[in-house]
């Protein structure tokens, strides 16, 4: 099947591994470039949890299961963002680490 005709971007990236390994790549990234060092600070010293979080959020997100939605509800990002101080630049390294995994 052509990558065009397939449904959703999940389908279209070809799935699971994909979203794993875009995952793994963004929080490598935010571990090892010294401007993400705004957001890398909002994690925990570990960022296995953060991984599977995203991971299992942007599954659904891109039209795959919705591992996020059946572990852990509804995601509410804003609400579940509000203790931390996200601004203009921590928005801007985040981006940067999506952009570039």
């Not at 795959?64 to 203009?88: K, N, S, T, Y």
């Amino acid at each position: 099947m052509i990558p065009s005709q397939i449904g959703n971007h999940y389908e279209r990236i070809r799935g699971e591994a994909k979203v794993r390994e875009l995952v793994h790549r963004f929080y490598q990234l935010m571990d090892e470039l010294p401007e993400t060092h705004g957001i890398r600070k909002l994690h925990p010293k570990s960022l296995q949890s953060s991984e599977d979080k995203l991971f299992k959020f942007l599954s659904g997100w891109m039209g795959g299961p919705q591992l996020f939605v059946q572990e852990h509800g509804e995601p509410m990002l804003r609400r579940r963002h509000l203790p931390f101080p996200i601004g203009d630049a921590e928005r801007d390294q985040w981006m940067m680490c999506m952009h570039q995994a």
